[in-house]
């Protein structure tokens, strides 16, 4: 049946209440570094967040794992976390017993006793850096508004965006710029533009399929927990060798105390990236913010097939069902697990977040053959990078990355950041989508943007030609 619709009596008055040289929708890593790039080489710019901080993911969604700074902003914000108080490390001697425990997150591949470090940044705390950052320089950051629109213009055989359309507590507003970034994470202004894309759980480009049972790498939503005794908890794994809490999990199980989702085994042998995402089989956790609070994981139940990025109802369903979910692991913990009797919620990511959403098809799309291949280009944005490709056989690759992957095709005036470069899925998930990567790129589409207007060209005209990292 089709949908009834109707118009909308205003559409043709919409104010235009600013304008910039650059505006950046979204501001995770990728549009918060963009944002901040190009304020600093002189141009005027606006960014357009939904929630009340920059950060994306690793701030309003939790995630918070702080690395080793690699270069530019990253290094920056990296020390101004510490400095602010806002970093938390987890090492052998806080944390006795992490190390290659089943129940570590990042830490259980480690031989147990093993010395380790392991950095967070607490995310409420650095997302108020990350706004002071933006302050300082001068960005005029919308926080509370979302992006819904742009408004095209013809731009020879392109269309090039003239504005972005916001809701905020003042109804549809409309925002002019000469360039735009895209840092949504989810490729929403590539999709609003019109510009070709791939949606989530396909493969890039060869195999475009619009059937509605294709699965994206699910989402997640990311909680805290805090008032954790794991003392206690690592006490009672080697006292009743339950390594992996299966004894009390089955009990839980037998007794109805916990719902089919949790705790489910991983598909790895699926035939899809089964071994980190998809199932976890037991609790999966990371300390974070200070003694006896961690982060846990709510992911998505892969055969759900969630495209939470295009589908309301998908979207409305994985918020309803993560939190009934996390509020069942919540009192499966407490009631059955020792050193998590005092524990409680402290904290539930502002969003679901995405992982495998719409991959948008640039100028040049980095595939697996070009990091197999170990290419260079002559519009390498970065110095031959080594990474470890998790899709092939934990293989490792040096490669470069050409300026051509953040040009999404037909549009003029768009520069791509973070999870929307122009990479197929097998690059992006895993390897090239942490938030040192994500923030690289939005400084390289910060300084693209700035060169362009200096040079009053658009960026596709944009010669690049030295590596900036
Ligand atoms: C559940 C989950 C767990 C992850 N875990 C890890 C991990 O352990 N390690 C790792 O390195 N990477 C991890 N990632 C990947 C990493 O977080 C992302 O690749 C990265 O954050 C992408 O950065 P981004 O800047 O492109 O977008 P995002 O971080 O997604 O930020 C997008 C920003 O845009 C805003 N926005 C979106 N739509 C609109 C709109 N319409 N209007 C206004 N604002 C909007 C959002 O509020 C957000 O602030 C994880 C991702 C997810 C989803």
Partial sequence: ???????????????????????????????????LRARREGCSVIL????????????SGLQGAANAGV????????????REGCIYTADERNLPDWAGNPLSHYDHYLPPGSPFKRASFNPDGAGSVMVNMLEEAGVQAIYGASFVDVVMAA??????????????????????????????????????AGAPFVRGGGRQPETVTTDPT?????GGLLWIMSGIDFAQTAAYQKRENDPALSKLINRARAA????????????????????????????????????????????????????MDEDAEHASRAK???????????????????????????????????????????????????????????????????????????KRYTFEVPYRCFLPREVSNLLLTGASLSFTFETIFM??????????????????????IRQGIGPKQLQWTEPLF
């Fill in 155 to 192: 731009d020879g055989s392109e269309r090039r965006i003239t504005h972005a359309i916001i809701e905020t507590v003042a109804g549809r507003q409309a925002v002019a710029g000469t360039v735009f970034v895209e840092g949504t994470g989810t490729a929403e202004v590539v999709a609003r």
């Fill in 256 to 307: 109805g105390d916990i719902p089919p989702e949790l705790y489910r085994p991983r598909l790895a042998t699926q035939g899809v990236y089964g071994d980190h995402y998809i199932g976890h089989p037991t609790v999966d956790m990371s300390p974070i913010q200070g003694p006896g609070t961690f982060i846990l994981w709510q992911n998505v139940p892969y055969e759900w097939a969630l495209h």
């Fill in 431 to 452: 390897v090239m989508r942490n938030f040192p990567w994500c923030t690289q790129t939005g400084e390289i589409a910060g300084l693209a943007a700035a060169r362009s």
């Fill in 48 to 59: 357009i967040e939904k929630f009340d901080m920059p950060g994306g993911v690793h701030t």
């Fill in 214 to 218: 294709q699965r994206p790498i699910p």
């Fill in 1 to 35: 049946m089709q949908t009834p619709q109707i118009q909308d009596p205003r559409a043709a008055s919409i104010p235009v209440v600013a304008h910039a040289d650059v505006v950046v929708i979204g501001g995770g890593p990728g549009g918060f570094a963009a944002a």
């Fill in 320 to 394: 309803r069902e993560l939190r009934r979910l996390i509020d069942a692991e919540a009192r499966f913990l407490r009631q059955y697990v020792p050193g998590f009797q005092d524990a409680f919620i402290a904290h539930v990511g502002r969003y679901v977040g995405v992982r495998d959403g719409r991959h948008p098809i640039g100028e040049y799309v980095f595939s697996i053959d070009d990091a197999r291949q170990e290419r260079r280009f002559p519009d390498a944005v970065t110095r031959p990078m080594t990474k470890t490709f998790f899709w092939d056989a934990y």
């Fill in 71 to 82: 270069g530019g902003i990253h290094t920056e914000l990296m020390a101004r976390f510490e």
